[in-house]
C-alpha cells in the first residue's frame, strides 16, 4: 500500500471554528489532492498541488485552503466551519504516469 | 467539461450471479484515462483497473472483467460469480492526461451481495 496517512481520522466541530486536516505522504510523489466525499456525488475534488507551494482550486473549493510547504505534506483547511462541510474528506498522491492516484484512509469531519 | 455517470444506483444480487456495473463518460479529450475504484464497507478506496483511450482491449483479472467500448463512451465492469466480499461502492472515473491528474468520478455504485 502507498504510504499515506490523514490525521485526525475523525472529527467533531462546531459551526464557525477552524479546522485543519493533514495529509502525510511517505511516497515522494509530487501530486496530492483532496476530495470530500458526499452521498450521490462520489468524490469530488476540492484542491490539488502539483508541487511545492504550487496549488490550485478544484470543482468545490470554496470556504476551503491549502498549503504546501513540504513535498510530504498537504493541510486543507476550513477557516469557519458550516454544516455543509460535513463530509468524507480524502487526500490521495499520484505521479504524472498515466494519472494514477492513491488514496488515504479518509477523515469523517462532522460540523455540528 | 469532463463528466462520470453511473446510472445504477444500488444493484442487489444473490451469491454467485454475475453483476455488471455501468459507466457513462463525457469527454472533448482524444487522449485519457479510465478508472474503477471500490470502496469496501471498512471505507478506504482500492484501485482496481486503469485504462488507457487508445487501448480498447477488454481485460480479465480472475473475477473481474472489463468492457471499453470508444463507439458508446462506456467502460463497464463485471463480477462474475459475486462473492460476499464484493460488497461495497464502486467508483468509474475519468482523467485527462494534462489535468494534472485529476479525477473526475461517477456517483458510484452501491453492490450488495446476499448469501
Known amino acids: 500500500d502507498a504510504g499515506i496517512t490523514q490525521s485526525p481520522r475523525h472529527k467533531v466541530t462546531e459551526t464557525g471554528t477552524p479546522v485543519t486536516l493533514r495529509c502525510h505522504q511517505t511516497e515522494n510523489h509530487r501530486y496530492m489532492y483532496w476530495y470530500r466525499q458526499d452521498p450521490g456525488h462520489g468524490l469530488r475534488l476540492i484542491h490539488y498541488?502539483?508541487?511545492?507551494?504550487?496549488?490550485d482550486k478544484g470543482e468545490v473549493s470554496d470556504g476551503y485552503s491549502v498549503s504546501r510547504s513540504k513535498t510530504e505534506d498537504f493541510l486543507l483547511t476550513l477557516e469557519s466551519a458550516t454544516s455543509s462541510q460535513t463530509s468524507v474528506y480524502f487526500c490521495?498522491?499520484?505521479?504524472?504516469?498515466?494519472?494514477?492516484?492513491?488514496f488515504g484512509p479518509g477523515t469523517r469531519l462532522t460540523v455540528l | 467539461a469532463q463528466k462520470v455517470t453511473q446510472a445504477q444506483t444500488e444493484i442487489s444480487v444473490v451469491e454467485k450471479e454475475d453483476v455488471t456495473l455501468d459507466c457513462v463518460y463525457e469527454t472533448r479529450d482524444t487522449t485519457y484515462y479510465l478508472f474503477w475504484y471500490k470502496q469496501p464497507p471498512s471505507g478506504e478506496l482500492v484501485f482496481l483497473i486503469r485504462r488507457n483511450s487508445f487501448d480498447e482491449q477488454n481485460e480479465i483479472s480472475g473475477r473481474y472483467s472489463w468492457n471499453f467500448q470508444k463507439s458508446t463512451s462506456s467502460f463497464n465492469f463485471t463480477i462474475t460469480a459475486s462473492q460476499v466480499v464484493d460488497s461495497a461502492v464502486y467508483f468509474c472515473a475519468l482523467s485527462a492526461p494534462d489535468s494534472w491528474g485529476k479525477l473526475q468520478f461517477g456517483a458510484g455504485t452501491q453492490v450488495v451481495v446476499t448469501p
Open positions: 490521495a498522491i499520484g505521479t504524472a504516469v498515466n494519472n494514477e492516484q492513491f
Open positions: 498541488s502539483y508541487g511545492v507551494k504550487d496549488t
